[in-house]
C-alpha cells in the first residue's frame, strides 16, 4: 500500500505508522529503513514509528506490566494450554491509537470529537476478505484499498517484485510462539545470533512470563515457545508441517489459496487488527492515514 501509494496508484497517504515491538528480525528493521529511503521520503510520506516497549525485555522483567504473550503451556498434571494473548494489544494497537489521537489533535485522554477521524488503510487481500472489519473506535475508519483493487497476495508480491522489493521480509516478533517450523529454521540457518537470543528467551520463559497476566499470577506449569512443549533448540522443527507444504504449493501455484493452521505456525507474521494466530482479527504491519 505504501509503495501504490508513493507511485500514485492510490491517493498520497499522509502518514504510515510503524508499530515496533522492539524485537522484531533485523531484516525487518533494514528493510524498514530502506522503505524509508527509496519509497516513502521521495513520495514525502512520513513513517512514524511507535512503540510501547521492548516485548522481549518487559516479558523477562517481574517488576513491569506485561501484557502477556501467547505461550504453549505445559501444566503439572500434564495437560496442555496456553497462555491468553495480549501483547498484539499492548504492543502494536494501543500505540497506534494513540499516535493517531495526537495526529488528530486529541491525546488521550481527550475526547475525540464525533466528526473527527482518520481513514486507515488496512493491508488486507482478496485471499482474506473476511478480515476486513471496521476499527473498535470512532476516530479510526478502516479501508481496504487492496481488496477494492481486487488484489491477491499473488499481485501484491509481483508488484513488489517489480519494484526490486522481492526480499520483503515478513514482520513477528523474533521469538513469537505463533512460528511455525519454517520460521523458526529459517532465523537457525540464516542468523546464528538471533537463534541463540530466541533460545535463551525460551530458556528464560520455562516458569512463564514473569508476569503471567495483568494480575501478575505465575503459571501452575512450564512455558514454552515451540508447540511441541519442549525446548526449543531440541524442538522438531525440521519437521515439514501441512501448512508448509500448502505455502509451497501457492509458490508454484498462484490460483491456489493458502490455506493456514494455528497448530503448524503463523505463515505471514503478525500485525495490528491481524494477528495471523487468531482469525477475528485484521491486518497490516503498516497503518497508512489520510
Known amino acids: 500500500m505504501l509503495a501504490l501509494s508513493a507511485n500514485g496508484h492510490l491517493?498520497?497517504?499522509?502518514?504510515a505508522i510503524f508499530a515496533d515491538t522492539g524485537w522484531e528480525p533485523r531484516a525487518v528493521y533494514r528493510h524498514l529503513n530502506r522503505l524509508e529511503k527509496e519509497i516513502a521520503a521521495p513520495a514525502g510520506i512520513p513513517i512514524l514509528r511507535v512503540s510501547s516497549g521492548n516485548i522481549r525485555r518487559d516479558a523477562l522483567d517481574p517488576g513491569h506490566r506485561f501484557?502477556?504473550?501467547?505461550?504453549?503451556i505445559l501444566n503439572q498434571d500434564g495437560k496442555q494450554g496456553m497462555?491468553?494473548?495480549?501483547?498484539?494489544?499492548?504492543?502494536?494497537?494501543?500505540?497506534?491509537?494513540?499516535?493517531?489521537?495526537?495526529?488528530?489533535?486529541?491525546?488521550?485522554?481527550?475526547?475525540?470529537?464525533?466528526?473527527?477521524?482518520?481513514?486507515?488503510?488496512?493491508?488486507?487481500?482478496?485471499?482474506?476478505?473476511?478480515?476486513?472489519?471496521?476499527?473498535?473506535?470512532r476516530y479510526m475508519h478502516n479501508r481496504h484499498p487492496l481488496i477494492e483493487l481486487g488484489w491477491s497476495r499473488s499481485d501484491c508480491v509481483r508488484y513488489l517484485t517489480a519494484l526490486g522489493l522481492?526480499?520483503?521480509?515478513?514482520?513477528?516478533?523474533?521469538?513469537?510462539?505463533?512460528?511455525?517450523?519454517?520460521?523458526?529454521?529459517?532465523?537457525?540457518?540464516?542468523?546464528?545470533?538471533?537463534?541463540?537470543?530466541?533460545?535463551e528467551f525460551?530458556?528464560?520463559?520455562?516458569?512463564g512470563n514473569a508476569r503471567a497476566n495483568a494480575g501478575g499470577n505465575r503459571l501452575l506449569g512450564q512455558a514454552f515457545l515451540h508447540r511441541s512443549r519442549v525446548p526449543?533448540?531440541?524442538?522438531?522443527?525440521?519437521?515439514?508441517t501441512a501448512a508448509e507444504?500448502?505455502?509451497?504449493?501457492?509458490?508454484?501455484?498462484?490460483?491456489?489459496?493458502?490455506?493456514?493452521?494455528?497448530?503448524?505456525?503463523?505463515?505471514d507474521g503478525c500485525s495490528p487488527w491481524a494477528c495471523r494466530g487468531e482469525t477475528d482479527l485484521m491486518q497490516d504491519d503498516f497503518g497508512l492515514a489520510s
Request: include cysteine.
Open 166 to 199: 522481492a526480499d520483503t521480509p515478513k514482520s513477528s516478533c523474533l521469538g513469537c510462539p505463533f512460528h511455525g517450523n519454517a520460521q523458526w529454521r529459517h532465523i537457525r540457518d540464516t542468523s546464528p545470533e538471533e537463534w541463540r537470543d530466541v533460545v
Open 11 to 15: 491517493p498520497k497517504a499522509e502518514y
Open 245 to 267: 507444504w500448502t505455502a509451497r504449493q501457492q509458490e508454484l501455484d498462484d490460483r491456489a489459496p493458502m490455506k493456514e493452521e494455528l497448530e503448524n505456525g503463523v505463515v
Open 67 to 72: 501484557a502477556s504473550m501467547p505461550l504453549y
Open 202 to 207: 525460551d530458556a528464560a520463559i520455562r516458569a
Open 83 to 137: 497462555t491468553r494473548r495480549q501483547c498484539t494489544g499492548e504492543y502494536k494497537i494501543k500505540p497506534i491509537k494513540r499516535q493517531v489521537r495526537e495526529l488528530l489533535g486529541y491525546p488521550y485522554p481527550q475526547r475525540v470529537p464525533k466528526d473527527v477521524f482518520v481513514e486507515q488503510w488496512v493491508g488486507i487481500s482478496t485471499d482474506e476478505f473476511h478480515r476486513a472489519k471496521d476499527a473498535d473506535v
Open 232 to 240: 526449543l533448540d531440541q524442538a522438531p522443527i525440521d519437521h515439514v
